[in-house]
């Protein structure tokens, strides 16, 4: 299972991405965690989320 997970930092600047749009439940402590890495990345935490589910995704095993 992997350990860490790096998120580069990216230049500011924005634009449409075309994907659909989600609405999910989360503690505050983790909001705040996804800020402090948005802050620390430069990236919105949408592409923090988005980066960590798709990391989460190749990694996830489902027991049966």
């Known amino acids: ?3 860490e997970i ?3 930092k990216k230049n ?3 634009g449409d991405d075309g994907h659909k ?3 999910v439940r ?3 402590e983790i909001l705040a965690e996804l800020e402090e890495i ?3 990345t430069n990236r919105s935490r949408n592409e923090v989320i988005n ?3 798709k990391a989460a995704i190749d ?3 489902i027991e049966e």
Do not use: D, G, N, Q
Request: aromatic share 4%; charged share 30%.
């Open 1 to 3: 299972m992997a350990k």
């Open 59 to 61: 990694i996830v095993e």
């Open 6 to 8: 790096r998120i580069t």
């Open 26 to 28: 989360m503690p505050e």
């Open 51 to 53: 980066f960590l589910l």
């Open 38 to 40: 948005s802050v620390r």
């Open 21 to 23: 749009v989600v609405t």
């Open 12 to 14: 500011p600047k924005r």
